[in-house]
C-alpha cells in the first residue's frame, strides 16, 4: 500500500514548516534543501495544494516564502490524507475507464477495500502535524522548565 | 492511498477462480480474457506469485492451467494483501535509499503510518476470496432451493 508521493511531500512540508522556531516564512529553497532532494517544481506544486486546502500561506516580496495557515496541533493528518489523496481508486479495476473485468459486475471486493481505507484514515484523522514532531515544541521565547 | 496493481490482479486471479463452477483448471488464457486487458506475461508472473504464496496450484499438461490450492473460504483477503504487497514502504521517504530528509530522525508520522496500515489490513483479515464474489457459490450439482 503506497500514498502518493505528493501526499508523502506535503505532510513533510507542513511537518517541516511546524518545526520551524521562528515566526518567519521558509523560503521554497529552504524547504527543498531540508526535504532532501524534493525539486523546486514539484515542491511549488504542492505549496499550491496546500494552499488550496487553507494548510499554508503563501508570502510574497523580501522575507516571503510559506508558513502554516494554522496551528500544527489543528491540521488533522488524517483529514489531510484523505483530500491529498483526493478520489483515486485504490486498485487499478476502480477506475472508470479500466478495461473490462467479467468480476465487476457484483464484485464485493470494492466495497472491503473502502471500508479498509476508511479504518486507514480514521486512524490517523486523531493525529495532527503536531504530533509527527519529534518533540514537543517549546513556545517562542521560552526557556526549558520555565514558566 | 494505492494497492499494487500487482495485487489488484492477484486478487481478481484468485476471485475468478473461486467463481469458476467446474473443477477444472482454468488456462492463462481464460483467466486474462476474464479479467480485461491483462497482458498474459504479467498474468504468468502473478500466477507464480500466488503459488509461491500456497493460494493456487499449477496443473501441466492437456487440461492443464491454474486452480486454487485452498477453498476460497480459507484465503483470507487481509493475508494475502499483507504477502503480496510485502514490505514496500507506504511513502517514498521510509525507502532506505530515499534522499535525507532532516526531519528523519524522530519522525513520529511513519509509526502513525504503519498503525493505521495495520488497521487498512485487519479489517480485511476477515474478509476471504469467497466474501469478495457476488453469491454465496452454490455446490457442484445443487439445485436452487433443494437440500
Redesign the interface.
Known amino acids: 500500500?503506497?500514498?502518493?508521493?505528493s501526499?508523502?511531500f506535503a505532510?513533510?512540508v507542513l511537518?517541516?514548516l511546524a518545526?520551524e522556531p521562528t515566526a518567519r516564512p521558509m523560503s521554497v529553497e529552504a524547504l527543498a534543501r531540508?526535504?532532501?532532494?524534493?525539486s523546486r517544481n514539484h515542491l511549488h506544486k504542492i505549496v499550491q495544494d496546500l494552499a488550496a486546502l487553507g494548510a499554508v500561506r503563501t508570502v510574497r516580496g523580501a522575507g516571503g516564502g510559506v508558513r502554516l495557515a494554522a496551528p500544527p496541533e489543528a491540521l488533522s493528518?488524517g483529514a489531510l490524507?484523505r483530500r491529498l489523496?483526493g478520489d483515486?481508486?485504490?486498485?487499478?479495476?476502480f477506475r472508470a475507464d479500466?478495461?473490462?473485468?467479467?468480476?465487476s459486475?457484483?464484485?464485493?471486493?470494492r466495497g472491503?477495500?473502502r471500508?479498509?481505507?476508511e479504518?486507514?484514515?480514521?486512524?490517523?484523522d486523531g493525529?495532527t502535524v503536531a504530533?509527527?514532531?519529534?518533540?514537543p515544541r517549546a513556545p517562542a521565547g521560552a526557556i526549558a522548565g520555565a514558566g
Open positions: 500500500m503506497r500514498l502518493l508521493a501526499t508523502d505532510l513533510r511537518m517541516r518545526a531540508d526535504l532532501g532532494g524534493l493528518v490524507i489523496e483515486q481508486p485504490i486498485v487499478e479495476c479500466a478495461g473490462t473485468c467479467t468480476l459486475p457484483g464484485c464485493r471486493l472491503f477495500l471500508d479498509a481505507r479504518d486507514f484514515y480514521r486512524r490517523l493525529q504530533d509527527c514532531l519529534p518533540a
